[in-house]
């Protein structure tokens, strides 16, 4: 195949071979295209037909190589914020359709990098965080079975302590935001944060939890 073809011509491609294509081959031949786009200072153009192809397969009911196209879209997108967010909630929607948490969980981490820090974005940040708490329970209850779901030609999936790690990080974070407003959720996100942090000797950790619970006492005394 020709490393020179538009978007439209790889969407040909796809459409004449679907039955022959194997997710690695759409990768390398999609990444081909990509590059000659990028080369030739066209990214712009690019991320639009890229798009539209994305949706295309979607419509056709070919989630995993749509996955691939707005995993690839949300990498280089990671500092245009406004596009980022458009490629990771759709590349979200795509993977939950396909039971895929572990992409479920990367397109999250996507869009928490651009509400982190933001504060006209904080319910949003939330949002996200609740997902990721739920994303990762299940990942952590169902390990073997999410890995096996797992839709991907380059990487493995993290280990199952990474994601317990991952949660307990993601619940100190929510208790830390709802503390005032929850405050017994908060404490019972905490308290399941400690006991991990705990068994992994991340002291600061438990320290930090720690304050966030005193401080929670403090105003519910009132």
């Known amino acids: 195949m020709n490393t020179q073809l538009s978007i439209e011509k790889f969407s040909r491609f796809i459409q004449e071979n679907k039955e022959r294509i194997s997710p690695q081959i759409f990768a390398e031949e999609f990444g081909k295209v990509q590059r000659f786009y990028l080369s030739s200072k066209q990214r712009d153009t690019f991320c639009f037909e890229a798009e539209v192809l994305a949706e295309k397969m979607i419509e056709d009911k070919n989630p995993d190589f749509a996955g691939i196209i707005l995993s690839s879209l949300c990498k280089l ?4 914020p406004e596009l980022l967010e458009i490629f990771a909630t759709r590349g979200y929607y795509v993977a939950k359709s396909n039971s895929d948490t572990v992409h479920m969980m ?19 940040y939330l949002k996200v965080l609740y997902k990721q708490e739920k994303c990762l329970k299940e990942l952590t209850r169902n390990y073997d079975k999410a890995v096996n779901s797992y839709q991907t030609v380059s ?3 993290a280990q199952k302590r990474d994601y317990e790690l991952m949660l307990a990080h993601v619940q100190t974070e929510i208790g830390k935001i709802t ?44």
């Open 179 to 222: 503390k005032r407003k929850h405050p017994v959720e908060a404490k019972e996100r905490l308290l399941s944060a400690r006991e991990t942090f705990e068994t992994r000797g991340y002291e600061q950790n438990v320290q930090y939890i720690k304050m966030l619970l005193d401080e929670i006492k403090c105003c519910t005394q009132y």
């Open 106 to 124: 990367a397109r999250l981490n996507d869009l928490r990098k651009i509400y982190y820090r933001v504060p006209d974005k904080l319910s949003q």
């Open 155 to 157: 990487r493995h999936a």
């Open 77 to 80: 997108t990671q500092y245009i």
